[in-house]
Nanobody, 120 residues
Framework: VQLQASGGGLVQAGGSLRLSCAASGRTFSGYGMGWFRQAPGKERELVAA?????YYADSVKGRFTISRDNAKNTVYLQMNGLKPEDTAVYYC?????????????????WGQGTQVTVSS
Protein backbone atom coordinates (compact mmCIF):
# COMPACT_ATOMS: atom_id res chain seq x y z
CA VAL A 1 0.00 0.00 0.00
CA GLN A 2 1.33 3.41 -0.95
CA LEU A 3 0.03 6.38 1.01
CA GLN A 4 0.17 10.03 -0.01
CA ALA A 5 -0.79 12.63 2.59
CA SER A 6 -1.72 16.20 1.73
CA GLY A 7 -3.59 19.21 3.06
CA GLY A 8 -1.22 20.58 5.65
CA GLY A 9 -0.43 24.25 5.95
CA LEU A 10 -0.30 27.32 8.13
CA VAL A 11 -3.47 28.39 9.93
CA GLN A 12 -4.36 30.70 12.77
CA ALA A 13 -5.57 29.37 16.08
CA GLY A 14 -9.25 28.53 15.89
CA GLY A 15 -9.04 27.75 12.20
CA SER A 16 -9.60 24.53 10.30
CA LEU A 17 -7.73 22.24 7.96
CA ARG A 18 -8.62 18.99 6.27
CA LEU A 19 -5.90 16.45 5.69
CA SER A 20 -6.26 13.79 3.02
CA CYS A 21 -4.44 10.53 2.57
CA ALA A 22 -4.79 8.75 -0.75
CA ALA A 23 -4.00 5.05 -0.82
CA SER A 24 -3.06 2.84 -3.72
CA GLY A 25 -1.78 -0.66 -4.30
CA ARG A 26 -4.17 -2.94 -2.41
CA THR A 27 -7.75 -3.20 -1.30
CA PHE A 28 -8.15 -0.07 0.77
CA SER A 29 -11.32 -1.18 2.52
CA GLY A 30 -9.46 -4.04 4.18
CA TYR A 31 -7.21 -1.72 6.14
CA GLY A 32 -7.65 0.26 9.27
CA MET A 33 -6.29 3.76 8.91
CA GLY A 34 -4.71 6.10 11.38
CA TRP A 35 -3.43 9.64 11.61
CA PHE A 36 -0.37 10.21 13.76
CA ARG A 37 1.51 13.39 14.52
CA GLN A 38 4.96 14.28 15.73
CA ALA A 39 5.83 17.64 17.19
CA PRO A 40 9.45 18.81 17.48
CA GLY A 41 11.18 17.08 20.36
CA LYS A 42 8.23 14.80 21.04
CA GLU A 43 7.37 11.21 20.25
CA ARG A 44 4.96 10.38 17.49
CA GLU A 45 1.44 9.94 18.80
CA LEU A 46 -1.82 8.56 17.45
CA VAL A 47 -4.38 11.28 16.84
CA ALA A 48 -7.27 9.33 15.33
CA ALA A 49 -7.95 5.95 13.77
CA UNK A 50 -10.76 4.36 11.83
CA UNK A 51 -11.78 0.83 10.96
CA UNK A 52 -15.25 -0.46 11.82
CA UNK A 53 -15.11 2.00 14.73
CA UNK A 54 -13.17 5.15 15.41
CA TYR A 55 -10.66 6.24 18.00
CA TYR A 56 -9.60 9.73 19.05
CA ALA A 57 -6.90 10.91 21.36
CA ASP A 58 -8.32 12.86 24.29
CA SER A 59 -6.52 15.98 23.13
CA VAL A 60 -8.51 16.14 19.88
CA LYS A 61 -11.91 14.75 20.85
CA GLY A 62 -14.68 17.08 19.77
CA ARG A 63 -12.37 18.99 17.42
CA PHE A 64 -11.06 16.43 14.92
CA THR A 65 -13.05 13.99 12.80
CA ILE A 66 -11.60 11.05 10.91
CA SER A 67 -13.50 9.63 7.97
CA ARG A 68 -12.87 7.49 4.94
CA ASP A 69 -14.20 7.14 1.42
CA ASN A 70 -13.50 3.61 0.25
CA ALA A 71 -14.63 4.43 -3.28
CA LYS A 72 -11.87 7.05 -3.47
CA ASN A 73 -9.33 5.07 -1.43
CA THR A 74 -8.92 8.10 0.78
CA VAL A 75 -8.99 8.82 4.48
CA TYR A 76 -9.54 12.31 5.85
CA LEU A 77 -8.83 14.17 9.03
CA GLN A 78 -11.02 17.23 9.51
CA MET A 79 -9.39 19.47 12.08
CA ASN A 80 -11.44 22.27 13.60
CA GLY A 81 -10.68 24.58 16.47
CA LEU A 82 -6.96 24.23 15.87
CA LYS A 83 -4.61 25.17 18.67
CA PRO A 84 -0.88 26.01 18.59
CA GLU A 85 -0.22 22.71 20.36
CA ASP A 86 -1.62 20.90 17.31
CA THR A 87 1.45 22.03 15.38
CA ALA A 88 3.24 18.92 14.14
CA VAL A 89 4.03 16.80 11.16
CA TYR A 90 1.01 14.62 10.51
CA TYR A 91 1.36 11.11 9.08
CA CYS A 92 -1.23 8.69 7.77
CA UNK A 93 -0.74 4.97 8.22
CA UNK A 94 -2.49 1.73 7.28
CA UNK A 95 -2.91 -1.43 9.32
CA UNK A 96 -4.28 -4.69 7.96
CA UNK A 97 -7.53 -5.94 9.48
CA UNK A 98 -10.87 -4.50 10.52
CA UNK A 99 -10.15 -3.63 14.13
CA UNK A 100 -9.08 -0.13 15.13
CA UNK A 101 -5.35 -0.16 15.90
CA UNK A 102 -3.99 2.19 18.51
CA UNK A 103 -0.33 1.23 18.64
CA UNK A 104 2.22 2.51 16.16
CA UNK A 105 3.81 -0.92 15.84
CA UNK A 106 0.52 -2.31 14.51
CA UNK A 107 0.66 -0.13 11.40
CA UNK A 108 2.27 -1.66 8.33
CA UNK A 109 2.41 1.20 5.87
CA TRP A 110 3.19 4.88 6.29
CA GLY A 111 2.83 7.94 4.15
CA GLN A 112 5.14 10.90 4.09
CA GLY A 113 4.32 13.59 6.58
CA THR A 114 2.46 16.82 5.98
CA GLN A 115 3.27 19.84 8.12
CA VAL A 116 0.53 21.54 10.11
CA THR A 117 1.45 24.82 11.76
CA VAL A 118 -1.00 26.70 13.97
CA SER A 119 -0.09 30.25 14.86
CA SER A 120 -1.33 31.93 18.03
Amino acid sequence: VQLQASGGGLVQAGGSLRLSCAASGRTFSGYGMGWFRQAPGKERELVAAIAWTTYYADSVKGRFTISRDNAKNTVYLQMNGLKPEDTAVYYCAAASGYRVKTREIEYDYWGQGTQVTVSS
